[in-house]
């Protein structure tokens, strides 16, 4: 029996029945380190909903809002769907070098825009993120995927503190960077921008690689009508509506238009359906030497850079799908949890 089969057994799995159908496939084994997070909160119900994939555990770092409120709002959305069995390790709290600013404008002071959801009923565990990491992929008999849907502190560190394990990753499959426009400055993505060294060092790094930037996530779009199956819903249904109402009003502010990119849930979609969005191989940088370009990912053409194509970058979205994906499974958990 290998890993994947034991963590799904009876007792420890609870996705909803009908979420999804994989048949005999086994699912992946995945870490999401993550700053919830409006959108991060979201993904994570994604992910919980799913049956591709295996939640070995939600590691947490200081992003969206400070490492106490995501370390928090991470334990909060578990409980929320029932699923006391997945750890949460909090990591790094602040950026390698730089001074944390968070974006508390986008998801409000508490990280969540003031959602109604209990306090967390348990504790973080006492291993730090990276040691849980490394602890997960030296246990796991197939290779570990790690879903990276906030600033990649935690996973320099693992590079840094444990090469060796960090060398058994099978993929890392990110949110974050541009080939054009940025969010928090003209031309960078707010992930990498947080701490552009760590970023840089993953990126400099041999470790297998999908980006989904903001040129894809831009497309990821939830829209207020798009929720009415889930506004009569349970738990979940009245989560995700307030999240993205919260969220739907910064975007009027600062985009003219209530309509929510859903970065990180899309992050995870890319995992269960790969054919939803479009990649091409190319060569990524990180600019951190600038205060002006700061977290700017540099996106170039192998045959005009000569640079190695080392990373999968992900461009176009089949959106529909997205979308029916993301509220079918999203049903389908609330149904579950009531
Ligand atoms: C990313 O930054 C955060 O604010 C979101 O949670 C997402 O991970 C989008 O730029
Ligand atoms: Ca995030």
């Known amino acids: 029996m290998n ?7 009876p007792g420890r799995g609870t996705v909803p029945p009908g ?19 409006i959108d991060d909160a979201i993904a994570i119900l994604l992910a919980l909903a799913s049956p591709e994939l295996d939640v070995l555990g939600l590691t947490t770092v200081a992003g969206n809002t400070t490492l106490h409120n995501t370390t928090a709002n991470a334990m909060r959305v578990l409980d929320l769907a029932g699923r006391h069995d997945i750890p949460v ?31 967390a009923q348990r504790q973080p565990i006492r291993t730090h993120a990276v040691d849980f990491i490394a602890g997960q992929l030296h246990a796991s008999p197939v290779p570990v995927t790690l879903i990276t849907i906030g600033p990649l502190t935690n996973i320099a560190l693992l590079l840094a503190l444990h090469p060796a394990a960090a060398s058994r990753i099978g993929h890392v499959v990110m949110m974050g960077g541009s080939t054009g426009a940025g969010n928090i400055t003209p031309t960078a993505e707010f992930n990498i921008w947080f701490d552009p060294e760590a970023a840089h060092r993953v990126f400099a790094s041999n470790l297998p690689k999908t980006i989904v930037g903001l040129d894809v996530a831009r497309q990821a779009i939830v829209r207020s009508e798009d929720l009415t199956r ?6 979940v249904g009245q989560l995700v509506t307030g999240l993205v109402d919260y969220y739907s009003r910064y975007y009027q502010e600062r985009h003219g238009t209530p309509d929510t990119c859903q970065h990180d849930a899309l992050t995870v979609a890319h995992l269960i359906r790969p054919e939803l969005v479009t990649t091409r191989r190319l060569n990524v940088t990180v600019e951190y ?23 999968a970058v992900a ?24």
């Open 3 to 9: 890993a994947n089969s034991e963590r799904s057994k």
């Open 19 to 37: 979420a999804g159908d994989v048949g005999s496939r086994v699912a992946t084994p995945v870490i999401i380190d993550t700053d919830p997070g």
């Open 89 to 119: 390790a909090a990591g790094a709290d602040r950026p390698l070098i730089r001074t944390p600013w968070h974006a508390e404008d986008v998801h409000g002071a508490d990280g969540l825009g003031g959602a109604d959801l209990p306090a």
């Open 230 to 235: 889930l506004q009569a819903g349970g738990r």
């Open 289 to 311: 030497g600038s205060d002006e370009t700061r977290g700017t990912t540099v996106i170039g053409e192998p045959l005009i850079t000569g640079a190695a194509a080392h990373a």
């Open 315 to 338: 461009f176009e979205l089949d959106a529909v799908a997205f979308t029916e994906l993301l509220l079918d499974r999203l049903s389908a958990l609330d149904a579950h949890v009531g």
